[in-house]
């Protein structure tokens, strides 16, 4: 079975400040990783996904990833935070051999930006 | 172009009732997932339909029941409601042989008093 871990559940951080989320996955096949984005009271947004090929992954809104396989983690970054950051994010897997299929995530992770 | 619509974007039952959210995709897409979002947890996988057939199923009792129209759009029934089905249920549509990118629409917050 594949599992996701969001190790932090809130992140409180001040405006301009790095920030890292971090999230590891466990499974025994190969997978498709996703970050999403909530903001209050709305969908999901795609931020980025690693399928192959280089391991830094870059998103929308100036977010990157960087995919570990030997670690099993794909955290997110941003070398800069803005109020308008403040969500909810959401780290997500799906299993290479079930192409298009079912997306599992973590529990998410409530990013605050304060001024 | 529209992306992913869902509808009611509210809803209101009492226990032991029966409900039905709506979804359009996204155009061009295919394929319609539906997930559970519990207030403070991350989305749980229902159920995928392609091609007007359940292509998945996750960990959800029957009372779960869906539907897909040949225009793609999709609808999910619950019945008999329980207060733990409150929930925002979002509707994800994607390519089945495209990029693994679903695009998720807004959400349906169903209260169960």
């Known amino acids: 079975a594949q599992s996701v871990t969001q190790l932090d559940s809130q992140v409180p951080v001040f405006e301009e400040a790095p920030v890292e989320l971090r999230c590891n996955y466990s499974?025994?096949?190969?997978?498709?990783l996703f970050w999403y984005v909530q903001y209050p009271n709305q969908g999901l947004q795609l931020l980025l996904k690693y399928l192959s090929g280089s391991t830094l992954v870059k998103g929308i809104n100036g977010f990157e990833a960087e995919f570990n396989k030997s670690q099993t983690s794909f955290h997110l970054r941003k070398p800069s935070v803005h109020i308008s950051d403040t969500a909810g994010y959401f780290c997500?897997?799906?299993?290479?051999?079930?192409?298009?299929?079912?997306?599992?995530f973590g529990q998410g992770t409530e990013l605050s930006v304060k001024p | 172009d529209a992306g992913v619509t869902q509808s009611p974007t509210h809803l209101i039952k009492t226990r032991g009732q029966q409900v039905t959210l709506r979804c359009s995709p996204k155009s061009g897409h295919d394929t319609v997932s539906w997930y559970q979002q519990a207030l403070g947890q991350g989305p749980q996988f229902i159920f995928q339909y392609y091609e007007e057939e359940e292509r998945q199923r996750g960990n959800f009792p029957d009372r779960f029941s869906g539907h897909q129209f040949p225009n793609y759009s999709s609808e999910l029934n619950v019945n008999a409601l329980l207060l733990g089905d409150s929930a925002l249920y979002l509707c994800?549509?994607?390519?089945?042989?495209?990029?693994?990118?679903?695009?998720f629409g807004p959400g349906t917050r169903l209260t169960v008093t």
């Open positions: 994800a549509s994607s390519l089945l042989q495209g990029t693994y990118e679903q695009y």
């Open positions: 997500a897997v799906s299993m290479i051999y079930n192409q298009g299929g079912k997306l599992i």
């Open positions: 499974s025994s096949v190969s997978v498709y």
